[in-house]
């Protein structure tokens, strides 16, 4: 998955890993010492995060819309319904409209006043879909901010940009890419990335 070191006129400063982490252990620590939070508690919590929610949530989703013409019919009519229907539900995916990238618009999501964003799909939001340069940048040049993740896209294609809130979240649905009309659903969902779903990378075949 593509992520920049930074983007051009806002410029961001990462956190170091190691630092995040240290963080988080000692917030724990201290939740746990002062009777806050059980120790089990937020062990069941972070497994739920690494096995029940994440992209491959999403990226199943869009497999099926990919081979299924009917489902994704219903996808794009209906996304929370059809999103339910597959057991992803709850914790920030109440309400969800899916896009579709076409040859002729890209859709790309953000979210201007906070990080609303759909977890059980997605997974936790990555920092720099919080970062004020992303947020305010990718309303006003998204095409430059899209180019800077990797993404070139030609003059003639539209690109939609849509603002998540607390009442609605978006998943993109990627173009499928050439070359994998014989694969399989599975298949298809181990290429699918969470920028894709975002709207800020394209699904490309492994070489």
């Known amino acids: 998955m593509t992520t920049p070191e930074k983007l051009e006129s806002g410029a961001l400063s990462w956190m170091d890993v190691d630092d995040i982490e240290a963080r988080v252990r000692a917030l724990e620590s201290l939740l746990v010492e002062r009777g806050l939070a059980e120790s089990q508690a937020v062990d069941a919590v972070v497994n739920s995060f690494e096995t029940d929610m994440g992209p491959m949530n999403g990226a199943r989703v869009v497999a099926r819309a990919w081979t299924d013409p009917e489902f994704k019919e219903w996808l794009l009519r209906d996304g929370t319904a059809a ?32 990080s609303c964003y759909p977890w059980t799909l997605l997974g936790i939001p990555p920092a720099w879909f919080k970062y004020p ?27 939609a940009v849509w603002d998540t809130s607390a009442e609605l979240r978006y998943l993109v649905v990627p173009q499928r890419p050439a070359g994998t009309e014989d694969w399989t659903a599975d298949q298809l969902a181990e290429i699918v990335s969470r920028d894709s779903m975002v709207g800020v990378a394209l699904v490309e075949v492994p070489a």
């Not at 999103?83 to 409209?97: D, P, R, Y």
């Not at 896009?99 to 890209?106: A, I, K, L, R």
């Not at 990718?138 to 003639?156: I, M, N, Q, T, W």
């Open 83 to 114: 999103i339910a229907s597959m057991g992803f539900t709850g914790l920030q995916s109440e309400h969800i409209l899916a896009v579709e990238n076409t040859d002729s618009v890209h859709n790309v999501i953000v979210c201007t006043l906070c």
């Open 133 to 159: 340069q992303y947020r305010a940048r990718v309303v006003k040049e998204p095409r430059a901010v899209l180019s800077e993740f990797g993404v070139e896209l030609g003059a003639d294609v539209e690109i």
